[in-house]
């Protein structure tokens, strides 16, 4: 399966930002990345929406949506996730159908069942029941947002009453809808049932966790899903998310983001969240974490290499999404965003397709050209050597 004629690139931001800074600072700067994203030409940009933990700090990410589309101009903004246990599914519908027309038609809806542990333990959720809220709830923003009739619907959480939206969306017949992934099959599952659209958090593949992490495999069960509930997944909006960090140089990269990867890895997964830690001192992290392709650090080239292996593994996707983290100096930050639009976008968007066949065309006649110029220099000058006096 190819790739895409052009591949949708874009960021994930949960955001993550250490404990311990200005939080205020820290919002303004993930503004002012999305800012920078839409100068450069990203096609997208995902929020996501945390209430625990200390790390992520964007509760709502339509709020933040808001105004972000207020101070760009072309980038596309998507719900990286909306927790759907975590609300209403009427409030949900109604307040991506509002964006969506404030925004003329440039929100996307992104759903999940809640990442965070302590976030559905703070709501009194029980976590088993998180998946399966979210499948009923999704069916029922999708109704909500597509049926014209009133729907009356009882559940052991909610309730609708004649329940309509005033508003349709802006984008027919509704806003782009997907569904997160991480590593079960529940996820994918449920975005076969909807007809809905996938956004993998990639991992290394994982033979002792039953194909777990197999991207294949996972799409293989979007599939069997979709076509059991007469619906057609569609690889070309599938997307992958993975840390990068890019330099002029891999050696530049890797001393840019070491301390502070090690840092993410240690103090968010392992101290705040509770995984297994890393069998490496801190700074040592980073070598581990891009050795076995989790995250991607080091040149434009790498970052292409890194996207051609997960094609190989997932057997075609289209769109790439950077999981953005604090991790280097702002201005490492800036500039690896930039690197990568400046060199990796292309490859995987055809946009130098033509320019290289300019200048392939103009070396293979440079003989010819530069004859033609000789002999037009020849004769201004013997047109001026020639001149009445």
């Not at 519908?93 to 969506?100: F, K, P, T």
């Not at 051609?308 to 057997?315: C, M, P, Q």
Request: net charge negative; proline share 6%; glycine share 8%.
């Amino acid at each position: 399966m190819a790739l895409p004629e052009r591949m949708k690139f874009g960021i994930f931001l949960g955001p993550f930002h250490r404990v311990g800074e200005n939080p205020t600072l820290a919002m303004d700067r993930d503004m002012e990345l999305v800012q920078w994203l839409d100068y450069l030409g990203y096609d997208e940009a995902w929020i996501g929406e945390h209430h625990s933990a200390g790390w992520e700090t964007i509760s709502s990410p339509e709020m933040f949506m808001a105004v972000a589309a207020d101070r760009t101009k072309h980038i596309k903004l998507g719900t990286g996730v909306i927790s759907l246990p975590y609300h209403h599914p009427f409030m949900v519908a109604n307040r991506m159908v509002q964006l969506d027309h404030m925004t003329h038609g440039r929100v996307m809806l992104g759903v999940g069942p809640g990442a965070l542990p302590g976030d559905a333990y703070m709501l009194g959720i029980d976590p088993t029941t998180q998946r399966e809220r979210m499948d009923e709830a999704l069916g029922l923003v999708i109704r909500l947002m597509t049926e014209t009739e009133p729907i009356t619907y009882k559940s052991d959480w909610f309730e609708l009453k004649e329940a309509m939206l005033q508003l349709r969306p802006f984008q027919k017949p509704t806003m782009p809808i997907t569904v997160a992934s991480v590593q079960s099959p529940s996820g994918v599952a449920l975005a076969g049932k909807y007809g809905a659209s996938v956004l993998t958090i990639t991992a290394p593949r994982d033979p002792s966790a039953d194909g777990r992490s197999d991207l294949a495999n996972l799409w293989t069960i979007a599939e069997d899903s979709a076509a059991e509930h007469g619906h057609t997944m569609n690889r070309d909006e599938w997307r992958l998310v993975l840390p990068v960090h890019l330099a002029e140089t891999k050696k530049e990269a890797m001393e840019d983001a070491r301390i502070g990867a090690g840092r993410y890895q240690r103090e968010y997964f392992e101290y705040t969240m509770g995984r297994d830690a890393l069998d490496c001192p801190l700074e040592k992290i980073i070598d581990v974490m891009v050795d076995n392709g989790t995250w991607i650090v080091g040149t434009p080239d790498d970052c292409i290499e890194g996207i051609k292996r997960l094609e190989e593994r997932s057997g075609g996707f289209g769109g790439f999404l950077v999981q953005t983290i604090d991790w280097a100096p702002r201005e490492k930050l800036l500039k690896s965003y930039e690197l990568l639009a400046r060199y990796v976008m292309p490859h995987f968007q055809g946009s130098v397709v033509s320019t290289a066949a300019s200048n392939q065309w103009a070396y293979e006649h440079q003989e010819t050209l530069m004859a033609g110029r000789t002999r037009a220099l020849d004769k201004a000058k013997a047109d001026w050597a020639g001149r009445p006096r």
